[in-house]
Antibody, heavy 123, light 111 residues
Framework: EEQLVESGGGLVQPGGSLRLSCVAS????????MNWVRQAPGKGLEWVSY????????YYADSVKGRFTISRDNAKNSLYLQMNSLRAEDTALYYC????????????????WGQGTLVTVSS | QSVLTQPPSASGTPGQRVTISCSGS????????VYWYQQLPGTAPKLLIY???QRPSGVPERFSGSKSGTSASLAISGLRSEDEADYYC????????????FGGGTKLTVL
């Protein structure tokens, strides 16, 4: 059974750093693109970052560009999000999500999501 | 403010058909597929519709999607109480704001 499990969230002061992890199981992690999506308390979904299966292509939302770094270790079936210079507006539940593509490389949507890890930025 | 525009709320009675709209632009919905997610209270989002109108295995036929130009719609027929949830549209975006953009979400209430 495919599964994604996030960890690493917690309470951090403004300007601080956190590293989120997402461990995948039940599928060939190295074959899939991955994303981080966040949801502020009581708010909607916001896409944060994307990484291709080989890490060759990476994208960030403007709101986190220059502060967050996405990476992956296919040998460890793990996805990461290094978050620096954290702000109060980064407070959210952070989800990792699998992003499969069809044979013609067209996206199939985020078909598996983790349960999320909560990041709270507050003094 | 979200790149894709959805109504903040929608409602219907059991058995009714409801639709939720999603409006975008030429760089996202106008040139790429639309996806819909359902988020039940306290849970992670679930993929409901992919590539405009395709249902993943296990999603009831009551859920259907359509797209026309730079807008898309999610329709739910035979509304049930367990359909009460937040619904989000999403699309790949070819502009610098991408690649993925979401709508602000629509809270569906079953009266």
């Amino acid at each position: 059974e495919e599964q994604l499990v996030e960890s690493g969230g917690g309470l951090v002061q403004p300007g601080g750093s956190l590293r989120l992890s997402c461990v995948a199981s039940g599928f060939t992690f190295s074959s899939y693109r991955m994303n981080w999506v966040r949801q502020a308390p009581g708010k909607g979904l916001e896409w944060v970052s994307y990484i291709s299966s080989s890490s060759s292509t990476i994208y960030y939302a403007d709101s986190v560009k220059g502060r967050f770094t996405i990476s992956r270790d296919n040998a460890k079936n793990s996805l990461y999000l290094q978050m620096n210079s954290l702000r109060a507006e980064d407070t959210a539940l952070y989800y990792c999500a699998r992003d499969p593509v069809r044979w013609d490389l067209s996206p199939m949507g985020f078909d598996y999501w983790g349960q999320g890890t909560l990041v709270t930025v507050s003094s | 403010q979200s790149v894709l525009t959805q109504p903040p709320s929608a409602s219907g009675t059991p058995g009714q058909r409801v639709t939720i709209s999603c409006s975008g632009s030429s760089s996202n919905i106008g040139s790429n597929y639309v996806y819909w997610y359902q988020q039940l209270p306290g849970t992670a989002p679930k993929l409901l519709i992919y590539r405009n109108n395709q249902r993943p295995s296990g999603v009831p036929e009551r859920f259907s999607g359509s797209k026309s130009g730079t807008s898309a719609s999610l329709a739910i027929s035979g509304l049930r109480s367990e359909d009460e949830a937040d619904y989000y549209c999403a699309a790949w975006d070819d502009s610098l704001s991408g690649p993925w953009v979401f709508g602000g979400g629509t809270k569906l209430t079953v009266l």
